[in-house]
């Protein structure tokens, strides 16, 4: 079975709402009609009958009409649009006197209904509404004054009345539904919008994007979503394919390094000495490229948040000391001085492993980028219930243009100007991003010649 569309859906529903609604609408205006009608009717017969029970005459246990022959002529001489018929009868139902457009015809009296109770009758096969009025001497019944009208106009009104909204509701419903199918589809146009430029979006071509509706309704809030949406899925796949260039660049070089060596090596035979210098060079470099891939695998577990944390409650002091002394070689060996500010054992809840990775990095690149002689001093504050940890040496320091850039991944501040100090450009990526998970404010000062601050808060 072929599916509506959307547009045509929309139609639908609104013409079935509709049509709920019309179906009631000319439900309530026939019946008002009908009950006006029928109102209308029963005013003038009761009308019409008290009137005549006061041109009557009781004489002893009869009564007589007065001014008989007058009342011929003034009333009920002809059948008019819609005739009153009136019939006098005695206290047996016998006829008295009839108005003369009853003719040969005579109005039954109908002893099984209440008195003055409106009922409806034939009338030579026409259908006519009646009443009887019980004509009283003091408080017997001597006689009624029989008043009916005909229903046929009443009637043929409400018929007419009927098969003009029987016709009407379905042209109605289907005006209507052409009417909301063509405004639907103004309304979905942003849809169609959508569905075009879905079509024509490929990862090689990501830079279409929706036209924004004029009205800023839910369809406007829909095209600047997926926009935004969009944005992000063309900034992520940008952003992976630089990755993805620069990790091969990265794992190029030193593979070509080890190359070149092991091919230099290889040319002529070589003494001892030079054969144990060549290896431990590509050993170094074997160790730098496991250290890279080790970074590289590192930032890929963390960058989609599936990590599963494990939160505990975390020595912030011990964990600061362990690390400081995992690295105690390189601080003799550059003779750093190192200060630990810690007023009372400070803890946070955190994951341990990973806030490990954080302090590891920090440390790392503070020794690194440190010269000889130099210091690296760790404070840690309690302020206002925001734990602070803040990491400062007194390195080569950042350029305050490359602030912005020393979270990007493989970006190394002076690279050309320290050849000397090796990296890989990825620690302060995964600090950031490890951050981020932990929900840890990350926040970086620096001046050149003088050193680099980082606070890490705790909330």
Not at 11 to 36: P, Q
Not at 141 to 148: K, Q, R
Not at 433 to 457: F, M, P, Q
Request: net charge neutral; glycine share 4%.
């Amino acid at each position: 079975m072929q599916q509506l569309s959307f547009k045509n859906r929309i139609a639908s529903n609104y013409i079935i709402t509709t049509a709920l609604l019309i179906f009631v609408v000319f439900f309530v205006i026939y019946t008002i009609v009908k009950l006006s009608v029928f109102s209308h009717i029963n005013y003038d017969i009761r009308s019409e009958s008290q009137k005549h029970l006061s041109e009557i005459e009781i004489k002893g246990n009869g009564f007589h009409l007065t001014h008989v022959e007058e009342w011929k002529e003034r009333e009920h001489n002809t059948i008019d649009v819609n005739p009153v018929f009136v019939q006098f009868v005695d206290g047996i139902g016998k006829s008295v006197e009839k108005s003369p457009n009853l003719k040969n015809r005579a109005l039954k009296f109908n002893s099984g209904i209440s008195k003055n109770e409106l009922f409806d009758t034939k009338l030579a096969n026409k259908t006519i509404r009646q009443i009887q009025v019980p004509i009283y001497k003091n408080t017997k019944i001597i006689g009624y004054v029989i008043v009916a009208m005909s229903l046929e106009d009443a009637t043929m009104v409400l018929n007419n009345l009927c098969e003009v909204l029987i016709i009407a509701f379905p042209l109605i419903l289907i005006a209507l539904f052409l009417i909301a199918r063509f405004i639907a589809g103004r309304s979905i146009k942003p849809i169609s919008s959508i569905i075009e430029t879905s079509n024509v979006i490929t990862k090689d071509n990501l830079k279409s994007r929706i036209p924004l509706p004029i009205n800023r309704d839910e369809l406007y809030i829909l095209s600047k979503t997926i926009n935004h949406l969009l944005d992000r899925i063309e900034t992520a796949i940008e952003r992976e394919k630089q990755f993805t260039s620069d990790a091969s660049h990265e794992l190029r070089t030193p593979l070509t390094v080890i190359k070149g060596t092991l091919e230099v090596l290889i040319r002529k035979p070589r003494n001892h000495e030079e054969y144990k210098e060549k290896i431990n060079f590509c050993v170094t470099e074997v160790n730098r490229l496991n250290h890279l891939v080790d970074q590289l695998l590192l930032l890929a577990r963390f960058e989609n948040q599936n990590q599963s944390l494990k939160i505990e409650k975390v020595h912030l002091n011990a964990l600061i000391l362990d690390t400081l002394s995992r690295y105690s070689n390189t601080i003799q060996s550059k003779n750093i001085l190192i200060s630990t500010e810690f007023s009372k054992e400070y803890y946070v809840n955190s994951d341990s492993y990973l806030l490990s990775i954080i302090i590891n990095n920090l440390v790392v690149n503070a020794l690194k980028y440190s010269n000889e002689k130099a210091t690296l001093t760790i404070i840690i504050t309690d302020i206002d219930n925001i734990l602070e940890c803040h990491i400062i040496d007194s390195g080569i320091g950042i350029p305050s243009e490359d602030l912005l850039k020393i979270f990007n991944q493989f970006y190394r501040s002076k690279s050309n100007e320290h050849p000397e100090i090796k990296g890989t450009g990825l620690g302060l990526s995964i600090v950031r991003r490890l951050c981020t998970l932990l929900n840890i404010e990350i926040a970086i000062s620096s001046e050149e010649y003088v050193g680099t601050k980082v606070i890490l808060s705790f909330h």
